[in-house]
């Protein structure tokens, strides 16, 4: 397989001389993929296979796996070209087995630079198989769901235009069609008029009606045996991951004459698997475990731990059980394999058709065979050795002799380096300090007032470039430490002193950087940390970066790589108050993954190791309070607070907030409403009122307020903080107008999406459940499950919340026993002042009298009031579920 080579054909002027991008051949890999797709389409067209069987193990899974540089990335592109082609000229790969019938191919980079989400991935896969020509209609009827739920007002095929990756699917013309005939011919099917728009209310319940009634009309679709149950299924990124299991159901279905196997392609695997997180990853593994007649080929750095129990809890599927292909000393195929070094003959291959002249080899054989020794079959080797080679045929007007090429890697790079322009020498050491990098932002580390250099250096085979990254280059690994080492010997190398100034040039360009959007911050804040704890620069922009992060409570990770120094440790000792501020940044953006009492266990040892300058300890302060709050800590809380607020520092809004939730969790409401007034905007006075409001009773007032707070967040640009008005918002709107709170719940979601908010997902939930309090007969059952989730967060006043709204559905129900036993939960919830006044409010809403040992809230039109307002909410509630 090859293509012509720009790089190479523009740098000569020799009108005879032939370069191709060309990639060796990798025969015996592509023999393991030839026979794992030969042995996978014998076992899923085999009768007794059914791609509704959850239970049995599955092998469905092949993995390549090697160092970096050594050629998985061009292979896995290589086998969609071939796949693609259905064809293979030009290439020494065999054909497929004719019995295999048709593949489809698609590939999906999983690299944190590119940034592929999970959705992005189940719409490549539904993309792929628009290829077909039909309709997948279970899959669409739930997608479709979906995506009205999350992108409401946004068209799929617009969404689709507007972002390049996917316009390189041929169905990404044709598939808004077929998802709307899929859509039509259901409607037509209950007899119910339009098609998407109506298929959310009344059509969806006719749907799932006819389903579970096997109607005749529905009965291709009703022989999907779980699609009733995933249709009423709250629509979200869960549920999402399971309708894998409706495209591989209506993947089953397709006509002999159009049946295909799609070969699914993930690469760059190791940036989903070895984060410490594996949200993504369990996804993944989902799919991959719902589509077993679809072929998953995995390439990445390691081998895929499916098959190791150490992972369970982590994923859904862990152990040899599940995936028996996949443990160690696996034999048949597809299983785990690792990627070697090219042979002498594929090496042999690459040199001699990389570059030629009038047909011939350009590279003699005597320097060939050396390259191909040295190289011990590195492709990026060979790719190096080509572009020096060809370099010295340029600049000397002769073909360079072998001697000139018996370097090893190393040595090459060297070689490669030292051929460089002091200029573009100079940039490659810049670069070599970051991550990936902007023409702007390698001229300004390297200290140039022109780019001419680094669009010089761009265009080296070791400069790898994505557009679909924020900053597109990044220097190859391998060369990033050979540049180093070189820069050890090298005449013109740098001193110590010469490191550390461009470091600190780098530094001030991604200060630069983080005035922008948020993306930018978070990007700029961790190479920035980075570059100020390896160079021992002062914090100076991280500072200010920092707390601009933790403003907007979207929490994206911020772990730093491993450095040669001494770090953190677990007793409190650091290298300096970068790593202090990445454990404190680290945690509090964790808290969202883990329980609140480790989060405040960490940020204790930040505290205590003494490192954080005094502008920075308000941060580790005001979020072991809130951690405090969280787990139910009032006294701690409080303290915590107030010494944050009489610092006098930046999060004195915030901590004031606090201080206000805090009164109100007592029951003191006069308070409450005096200090909010002064809150402000950074205070969210509006979110803090309306969080008053709802407990006296005056919804409409309550929602009102959180409304303007969340189109205030939103014209600000504060994702996070809209996300948690509009879920406190629906929680609020779930005490009165159940249609209008299904509204407010989808919004929630909608705007909580790509954002991590632990409290607000479980507090749109929540909402869930007050909406359905007096009429689900499952609701008792859906209130533990979720409390049980909060618990295991530490999120206390979630708890509480979801024992206030079981109580308010025994009220509606007017059963004392239920009312009892859901009491005595709530009692669990409620320490001293904290939390009385939810126990208050469910004898108020019964029109009962308070017990005298429950201490009384101070509600601020006194409680005879908040009685009628809240037994006017029970009242319509019941009224409503007469109907």
């Known amino acids: 397989m090859s293509q012509s080579d720009l790089r190479a054909i523009f740098r000569s002027n020799d009108r005879e001389l032939k370069a191709v991008d060309f990639f060796a051949d990798r025969r015996d890999e592509w023999a393991t993929v030839a026979e794992s797709l030969a042995r996978h389409t014998q076992r899923t067209r085999n009768s007794a296979f059914d791609v509704e069987d959850l239970e049995s193990p599955r092998e469905n899974v092949l993995v390549f796996y090697g160092v970096g540089g050594i050629g998985k990335s061009m292979f896995s592109r290589g086998l969609v070209e071939h796949l693609s082609a259905g064809e293979f000229r030009g290439t020494d790969w065999p054909p497929l087995r004719q019995e295999v019938g048709r593949v489809i191919p698609v590939r999906i980079d999983l690299s944190r630079d590119v940034g592929s989400d999970f959705e992005s991935l189940v719409l490549a896969l539904r993309l792929a198989v628009a290829e077909i020509g039909q309709p997948m209609p279970a899959f669409d009827i739930a997608f479709q769901r979906y995506w009205s739920r999350n992108h409401p007002g946004e068209p799929l095929d617009e969404y689709l235009r507007l972002r390049t990756w996917f316009n390189r699917f041929p169905g990404a013309r044709s598939l808004s069609d077929q998802m709307q005939s899929a859509l039509a011919d259901v409607a037509q099917a209950v007899a119910f008029p339009g098609t998407i728009g109506s298929l959310a209310g009344q059509g969806l319940k006719s749907i799932i009606r006819g389903l579970r009634e096997h109607r005749h009309q529905l009965r291709a679709l009703a022989d999907c045996r779980r699609l009733a ?50 949200d993504l990853e369990r996804l993944i593994q989902r799919m991959v475990w719902l589509m077993p007649n679809a072929l998953f080929i995995v390439t990445g750095r390691n081998r895929l731990e ?32 690792i990627v070697g070094y090219l042979s002498p003959g594929d090496c042999e291959k690459y040199l001699s058709e ?70 573009v020498r100079r940039v490659l050491r810049a670069v070599s300090l970051l991550g990936s990098f902007s023409v702007e932002l390698a001229s300004a580390t390297a200290g140039l007032d022109q780019d001419a250099p680094v669009l010089e250096l761009i265009e080296r085979p070791f400069i790898d470039e994505d557009r679909d990254i924020l900053w597109p280059y990044r220097l190859h690994d391998l060369i990033r430490e050979a540049v180093r080492e070189t820069d050890s010997v090298s005449e013109d190398r740098w001193t110590p002193a010469d490191w550390r100034r461009a470091a600190s040039r780098a530094f001030d360009a ?80 964790q808290r969202q993954h883990q329980h609140r009492g480790r989060t405040a266990e960490q940020l204790r040892i930040v505290l205590a190791s003494g490192r954080l300058p005094d502008s920075l300890l308000e941060l580790p302060r005001y979020f072991i309070a809130e951690c405090d709050r969280d787990l139910g800590n009032l006294r701690q809380s409080m303290e915590g607070m107030r010494q944050v607020v009489d610092g006098g520092g930046r999060l004195v809004p915030i901590a004031a907030r606090g201080l206000v939730h805090l009164a109100r969790r007592a029951g003191r409401f006069p308070e409450v409403l005096s200090t909010a007034e002064s809150l402000g905007p ?36 504060q994702p996070g903080e809209a996300a948690l008005s509009q879920a406190c918002m629906a929680f609020a709107a779930a005490f009165q107008d159940r249609n209008r709170a299904t509204e407010q719940i989808a919004r929630a979601d909608a705007l909580l999406t790509g954002i991590s908010l632990r409290w607000a997902e479980i507090h749109t939930r929540a909402a869930e459940l007050l909406r359905d309090a007096g009429i689900a007969v499952d609701l008792l059952e859906r209130a533990e499950d979720l409390a049980g ?81 809240w037994t006017e909410i029970v009242n319509d509630r019941r009224r409503e579920a007469a109907v």
């Open 682 to 717: 950074e205070g969210r006075r509006e979110r803090v009122l309306g969080d008053l409001w709802w407990t006296q009773g005056n919804i409409t007032l309550a929602c009102s307020l959180y409304a303007a707070s969340r189109d205030e967040a939103i014209a600000t640009g």
């Open 789 to 869: 989730t909060a618990g295991e967060a530490g999120l206390s006043s979630s708890v509480a919340y979801i024992r206030f709204a079981a109580c308010l559905h025994a009220v509606v129900l007017n059963s004392p026993t239920l009312l009892a036993d859901a009491r005595a939960q709530l009692h669990t919830c409620i320490h001293g002042e904290e939390f009385a006044y939810l126990g208050e409010l469910t004898y108020l809403a019964a029109g009962d009298e308070p017990p005298s040992d429950l201490p009384l809230a101070q509600w601020l039109d006194g409680p005879d009031q908040v009685r009628a307002r």
């Open 510 to 589: 991604y200060g630069s950087e983080a005035t922008g959007n948020r993306s930018k911050l978070v990007a700029a804040l961790r190479q920035g940390m980075i570059l100020a704890r390896d160079y021992n620069l002062e914090l100076g922009w991280l500072e200010d970066a920092a707390f601009r992060y933790v403003q907007d409570f979207v929490w994206e990770s911020i772990e730093l790589p491993a450095s040669p120094g001494p770090h953190l440790r677990e007793n409190g000792e650091t290298n300096g108050s970068v790593d202090a501020l990445a454990m404190a940044l680290n945690a509090i953006s």
């Open 306 to 337: 499916w098959a190791e129990r150490k992972l369970e809890g982590q994923l859904d599927w862990a152990g040899p059980e599940f995936w028996p292909l996949l443990a160690g000393g696996a034999s048949g195929e597809p299983r785990q394999h």
């Open 229 to 278: 149950d995933l249709l009423e299924a709250e629509p979200d990124l869960e549920a999402l991951s399971y309708y894998s299991h409706l495209l591989a159901w209506d993947l089953s279905q397709v006509s002999a004459k159009k049946a295909v196997t799609l070969a699914v392609l993930l690469d760059t695997f190791e940036d989903v698997g070895d984060r410490v997180h594996r």
């Open 354 to 423: 990389r570059l030629t002249v009038s047909g011939r080899p350009l590279i003699d054989e005597a320097t060939r065979s050396l390259i191909i020794g040295n190289s011990h079959g590195l492709p990026l080797y060979l790719d190096l050795a080509v572009m020096r080679f060809l370099d010295l045929y340029r600049r000397h007007g002769r073909t360079p002799t072998a001697e000139e090429f018996n370097l090893d890697f190393p040595a090459l790079a060297a070689r490669t380096f030292r051929d460089l322009t002091p200029d």
